[in-house]
């Protein structure tokens, strides 16, 4: 990625932000929707029914938004960039579960969310083309 | 169904969505042309592409049948499995080669998902 011009390494905080948040808030709308009303009891109309939930509706969008950000982000920010970046979101998806859900968060499930991000992190600093696939 | 069920299922579908997206993707080859219609176009019209989307669907779903009984903080790592059923299965089936330091990182998120578990 070159990231040396000051107007992309703009866009390119702006864009990780958005794909940070869009994830968060969107995973988030599905849970609070599927807490508060939304039902899928496995019948085919609570598959339908279920989308058209006003949260769940809104976490669609939201998460329609990301990934078309994280598409728009890929396009100029290598692979190994975003992974590492982005992967802020799993403990961020944590924090909105401790404050707005009400989720008692064990110190064994904040230790594995950090290994997790972790863990993403190591990956996403590994090459991102490992087979020589020739670009045009 | 548990949540584990949900989540063998949510990782099996991303997986096997992302297996067949990753395939067809090099085979097409880099991406230059980014107006919508060109890339619905180009892609949607394959065959691995569109069971991709079936799969996909089919994780959308399982997440929020997961969402509807478990924690948000919980069901989100979780589904963080994927990365390690993906570097396996694309080294097997798509023959890419997996470097020491993503193997320990595929280790730390298995690791993570486990303490999710306890």
């Known amino acids: 990625m070159n990231s040396s011009a000051p107007g992309l390494q703009a866009k390119t905080r702006l864009f990780t932000c958005i794909v940070v948040l869009t994830n968060v808030l969107g995973n988030f709308a599905l849970s609070w929707g599927m807490k508060h009303g939304a039902v899928m009891d496995g019948s085919a109309i609570s598959f339908v029914r279920v989308v058209f939930d006003p949260w769940v509706l809104v976490g669609i969008a939201i998460l329609a938004g990301w990934v078309l950000s994280r598409m728009a982000l890929l396009s100029w920010a290598d692979l190994s960039y975003v992974i590492p970046v982005t992967s802020v979101g799993f403990v961020l998806n944590a924090i909105m579960g401790y404050l707005f859900l009400n989720e008692q968060i064990s110190p064994m499930r904040w230790l594995g969310t950090l290994f997790i991000v972790g863990g993403t992190v190591l990956v996403g600093l590994t090459s991102v083309n490992t087979t020589g696939v020739p670009t045009k | ?118």
């Not at chain 2, 993707?25 to 019209?45: A, C, P, S, W, Y």
């Not at chain 2, 065959?47 to 997440?63: D, E, G, R, T």
């Open chain 2, 1 to 118: 169904m548990n949540r584990w069920a949900l989540i063998a299922i949510i990782v099996g579908a991303t997986v096997a969505s992302d297996m067949l997206q990753s395939w067809e993707m090099k085979r097409q080859g880099e991406v230059t042309d980014f107006r919508i219609d060109r890339l619905l176009g180009t892609l949607l019209g394959k065959l691995p592409m569109i069971a991709s989307v079936v799969f996909l669907a089919i994780s959308f779903y399982a997440f929020l049948a997961l969402l509807q009984i478990a924690d948000l903080s919980f069901a989100v790592p979780a589904t963080a499995l994927s990365i390690v059923a993906e570097t396996i299965l694309a080294r097997i089936l798509l023959r890419e080669q997996v470097t020491p330091a993503r193997w320990a990182g595929v280790v730390l998120v298995a690791i993570g998902v486990w303490f999710l578990a306890l």
